[in-house]
């Protein structure tokens, strides 16, 4: 790794795209950390490289994300047949000639002192076509369990994980064990710092003398939300709902038509989660790995009643193998499960104090005092990884 010259503020080239929130969120939350840890040290920038680099129709991936993941066998049958050793590399192989002069053009117009890449398509085209004196490039994995081959790169200098599943993931793949590090999924720093629950219910004008659920169905207002809304209205499950459909507007005018017989706060999309998370005692979610990462901090029972297949399955079989929570995909079934934590206070605090014993609060920091330390301004014998005793 090549440290940037001491005189000279470094500058960090983040390379995302807007295919599902994740990635976004993920870099978003590191620069903040960053900001916080290192005011001053360091500039950045965030590209979002299929929309600016990608060929036709390459380019078209951050507007038809959305509509090809609400088909969901489409989307498991793309994952599984990418994700297997032969048909990843020879995928890559066969598109390299048609991304060759973008890799190119992106070098050439970003110039930059670190690469930090939170997203699993670009690294392996874009390490290929950097030349030998490159940047220090960091990978910073965004997918918790199920993770795609094409994270790990052996190229890359370092790579982050957000668990220990997805690190014994790439030391199968061949990846060096030393230049792997769990540190959980970067999550917005506020998380670290959350105020008590009557604040946080007084701050959002919500009730303080009942039970809140919170709903949240992704970015994209995905899932079966609506369907659970009624569910538990239908069984009269006594608590207060906050619901956040994202940028579904549609989703958000038909919830509110309803007649709620309890409190029901309705949200669009929102940039201050971690006070909602704080105010409410239950989250019920699909299954991204970011939401439940953040629920974890926040110590929150989790209800999933909706996953990607093939890519979330993993983050499924996480959540309920460690008691942090329970998979339940019918609407009435989920009612059902939610009326009996209600009823048994201490079944729900179990699954509660399981969610935040695999919290990573300061998993930004982490990634922020790395880039540093890889860029020469920070020690590495400083930084607690999770894979490390």
């Not at 299954?287 to 996953?307: H, N, Q, R, V």
Request: hydrophobic residues 40%; glycine residues 6%; proline residues 9%.
């Amino acid at each position: 790794m090549n440290a940037s010259s001491p005189n000279k503020v470094p500058h960090i080239l983040f390379l995302f795209s807007d295919t599902g929130g994740g990635h976004r969120s993920a870099a978003t939350a590191i620069i903040g950390a960053l900001e916080a840890e290192f005011p001053g040290q360091a500039t950045w920038e965030m590209l979002d490289f299929f929309k600016h680099y990608a060929p036709p129709p390459f380019d078209t991936a951050p507007d038809t994300y959305a509509p090809m993941a609400q088909i969901p066998d489409l989307w498991e049958l793309g994952f599984i047949a990418s994700n297997q050793r032969i048909t990843a590399r020879a995928i890559q192989r066969v598109l390299w000639p048609y991304v060759r002069k973008a890799v190119a053009r992106l070098i050439a117009e970003h110039p930059c002192d670190m690469l930090l890449s939170v997203h699993p398509i670009i690294n392996t085209p874009l390490l290929r076509g950097l030349p030998k004196d490159r940047p220090p490039y960091l990978v910073v994995v965004t997918d918790m369990v199920s993770t795609h081959q094409w994270w790990y790169t052996p190229q890359a200098d370092l790579t982050i994980v957000p668990t220990e599943e997805a690190r014994q993931r790439g030391i199968s793949l061949g990846l060096d064990p030393k230049r792997m590090h769990v540190v959980g999924l970067p999550i917005a720093r506020q998380f670290a710092a959350p105020m008590a629950k009557p604040q946080a219910r007084n701050k959002l004008e919500l009730p303080q003398d009942i039970p809140l659920v919170l709903m949240v169905s992704g970015g994209e207002g995905m899932g079966p939300l609506e369907e659970t809304v009624r569910a538990i209205i239908n069984q009269r499950v006594p608590v207060g709902m906050v619901i956040i459909t994202g940028k579904n507007a549609d989703l958000k005018a038909r919830l509110e038509s309803l007649d709620f017989p309890y409190p029901a706060a309705i949200r669009g999309f929102v940039d201050n989660m971690p006070d909602y998370m704080q105010a409410c005692d239950v989250i019920i979610t699909k299954a991204g790995p970011g939401t439940i990462s953040e629920a974890f901090t926040a110590g929150l029972p989790i209800l999933l009643y909706s996953k990607m297949p093939g890519q979330e399955d993993g983050n499924v079989d996480y959540v309920v193998n460690h008691e942090a929570g329970v998979w339940m995909d019918d609407p009435a079934g989920v009612a059902e499960t939610l009326q009996r934590w209600i009823d048994n206070p201490v079944e729900m605090r179990k699954f509660s104090q399981n969610s935040l014993n695999l919290a990573r609060p300061d998993s930004s920091k982490i990634i922020a005092q790395t880039a540093m330390a890889m860029l020469g301004r920070y020690p590495f014998e400083q930084i607690h990884y999770y894979d490390q005793s």
